[in-house]
Each structure stands twice: as C-alpha cells, then as structure tokens.
C-alpha cells in the first residue's frame, strides 16, 4: 500500500491536471474513510453552532433549497457514493456565500439567495458546493497540509484515528477547507456540468461571477478561506468549459426563486 501511493505520487507529478486530479481523489480516499469525513463535518457543524451561526427555520425556504440540490444530487451521487447530503440555510442576507464540508453538508447563506438572479445561477453554486465534495477537496488539503507520508503513516498504521485528530486538528483554522485556485476553478466545472444536465442554464455561475465582478467584489463566493481565483479567470473557464462540451441547456428557473426571495428576512 505504502508502494503504490509513493508510485501515484510519483505519477502524479507528470501528468495532466485532470489526471492529477483523479490521482489525488485515489490517494485521499484510500486514506480519508467516508466516516471519518462524516466525523469532520459534524465537528465543523458544532462548531458553527458555537459560533451563533444563525440558521434559517422558514420551511418553505428549507424546502425550496432542498429542491433545487435534488435535481443535481443524482448525478453527484453518480460520482460518488457513499455520500450522506445533507442542506441548511443560514439566515444571513448580507453574506453573499454558500459553503460544503466534509461528509456532504452544504450550507447557503440567504444573501446569495437574494443575490441571484435566477435558479441557474443558484443551482451553479450548488453543484458547485457539491464538486468540492465529489472530488474530496477536503481529504486532499489535509494530505497537502500535513504532508502524504503523515497521512499515510497514519491511516496505514496502527491508529488510524489519529487521522481524525490530525483533521480536527485544522478544522480550527478552517484549512481543511480553504480550497487552493486548481480547487475553485474544478469545483466550477462541476457546477456547470451538473447545471447543464439538469437542463439549467450552465451560465448561471457565469452570470452571477459577472455580477460579483461589476461590483467589483473580491471573489470570496464559494470558497471558505480559500485563495481565490479571480472572477475574471473564471468566467473565462467557465465560458470555455461550456464551448468545449457543446452545454446547451437553456432552463433559468427565475419565477421560483422571486417567490422564495420574497419570503426571506431582509435583515
Ligand atoms: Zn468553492
């Protein structure tokens, strides 16, 4: 075991970005369990509580949300089982942001909810919280962090759960979660895949990164502690993305998500 991750390692320093994505979802999930994931998210959900994290109860906001993940949480699944989704609105209409932890929790501010223009452009951000978990973006920063043969020593020896200590460990500090740009910008292809197969608009992440832009926002949405890419260069990746596998899907879904806006607390 310890062989074939120095062997993917080692690949993994001449191949492609795609390819060195693959490598490293592999090696994080050889590593990092479904549970221990599960344990993490919990923790960072604890915490958040600690931390007088206000969490909306309307249920028909809860229930439009919950929606919306459905029509994209199949093909996430597809990708990676063994997930257990779970989805919560936090009462914030001035925080233009949404979030996922590890394990599968996906966490939308009401802000970004009354920022968006349509459901395309909710739905982006969605599938773009669920790449971070498909692609075990959280498993991979604590091998970056603390080094694979940390890791590895680890979760191949005698004590594996002192995986789960090292990971809580930097919950604290958020760094298992601030994701790195190469992170972002795969996140981003996720949404609009996911956008594009269940026929909404894959512009939806484009329009909403241009809206942040002319505000001339810094590109904290999406990303938790992240180092952050720039609006401009997603948008190009974006656009380039959607060109290159023809995505046509043309739904923008705007009536629903006026209804839903109206019944959001404004302060
Ligand atoms: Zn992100």
New binding site residues.
Partial sequence: MRHLVCALVVAASACTAVQRSTTEQVVAAALISDKQEMDLGFQVHEDLKTKNTKFLENPDVGIYVEGLVNKIVPQAKADRAGVNWQYFVIDDPKTVNA?ATPGGRIYVYTGLLLAAENEAEVIGVLG??LG?VVARHSARQLVAAKGLETVAAMALGQKPSEVGQLAAGLIGQGAIMA?GRD??LE?DTYGAKYSNTAGYDPRGLVTFFEKLKAKGEVPEL??FL?THPSNTERIEKLNALIVANAYNSKELGGAGLKAIQAKIPKK
Avoid: D, G, K, P
């Fill in positions: 979030f773009h919280e971070h994701y992170m972002e996140a999406l990303t992240s």
